[in-house]
T-cell receptor
Framework: DAGITQSPRYKITETGRQVTLMCHQTWSHSYMFWYRQDLGHGLRLIYYSAAADITDKGEVPDGYVVSRSKTENFPLTLESATRSQTSVYFC????????????????FGPGTRLLVL | GENVEQHPSTLSVQEGDSAVIKCTYSDSASNYFPWYKQELGKRPQLIIDIRSNVGEKKDQRIAVTLNKTAKHFSLHITETQPEDSAVYFCAASKGTGFQKLVFGTGTRLLVSP
């Protein structure tokens, strides 16, 4: 589990500010994901990436921006934070193709608890 | 798109009893169904998964069953223990290679000693 880390673990910000959540994995997994977790909604996919420089929208992408210049990093930026973005954010990674096998198990980071005032 | 419904939202059992959590999915093309366990304040972790070419899979005290005709799958935990207390999430995806997971809303399981 130490192979995927998130920072910061806790963040308090104000409405309108830009916030960047960091995610780093040491496994060289191809796929990386950002989810938000809210009561009553489970885990909802924000963005995902299949490889460096390849990203795509998930279920709830509005208000978020991602980039993946290096395989191991997948930062999530809230361009102008809103109170509705108060949530717990989880980053995850998945191996993808390994030889002839596609491994789709997702390994989650410890999460970032974000409060927008 | 795919929609996954999960029931019940909360489940309380006595230690030693069995617990069953059920999920239904909407897309008949879905073919991969993992279950994640999330302890309080921790990250979700995969506990078991099943593919559509298999009807049942067991791993010690946990098992998952799949009914493709009815489009539902279930998690069964036998001889529950207090450390089984957690939130359990089902999920579904379809196709070959990478496909996005769609999660259910979670079931909070409480096992009382």
């Amino acid at each position: 589990d130490a192979g995927i880390t998130q920072s910061p673990r806790y963040k308090i910000t104000e409405t309108g500010r830009q916030v960047t959540l960091m995610c780093h994995q040491t496994w060289s997994h191809s796929y990386m994901f950002w989810y938000r977790q809210d009561l009553g909604h489970g885990l909802r996919l924000i963005y995902y990436s299949a490889a460096a420089d390849i990203t795509d929208k998930g279920e709830v992408p509005d208000g978020y921006v991602v980039s993946r210049s290096k395989t191991e990093n997948f930062p999530l930026t809230l361009e102008s934070a809103t109170r509705s973005q108060t949530s717990v954010y989880f980053c995850a990674s998945s191996p993808g193709t390994s030889g002839r096998i596609f491994q789709e198990t997702q390994y989650f980071g410890p999460g970032t608890r974000l409060l927008v005032l | 798109g795919e929609n996954v419904e999960q029931h019940p939202s909360t489940l309380s059992v006595q230690e030693g009893d069995s617990a069953v959590i059920k999920c239904t999915y909407s897309d008949s093309a879905s073919n991969y169904f993992p279950w994640y366990k999330q302890e309080l304040g921790k990250r979700p972790q995969l506990i078991i998964d099943i593919r559509s070419n298999v009807g049942e899979k067991k791993d010690q005290r946990i098992a998952v069953t799949l009914n493709k005709t009815a489009k539902h799958f279930s998690l069964h935990i036998t001889e529950t223990q207090p450390e089984d207390s957690a939130v359990y999430f089902c999920a579904a995806s379809k196709g070959t290679g990478f496909q996005k997971l769609v999660f259910g809303t979670g079931t909070r399981l409480l096992v009382s000693p």
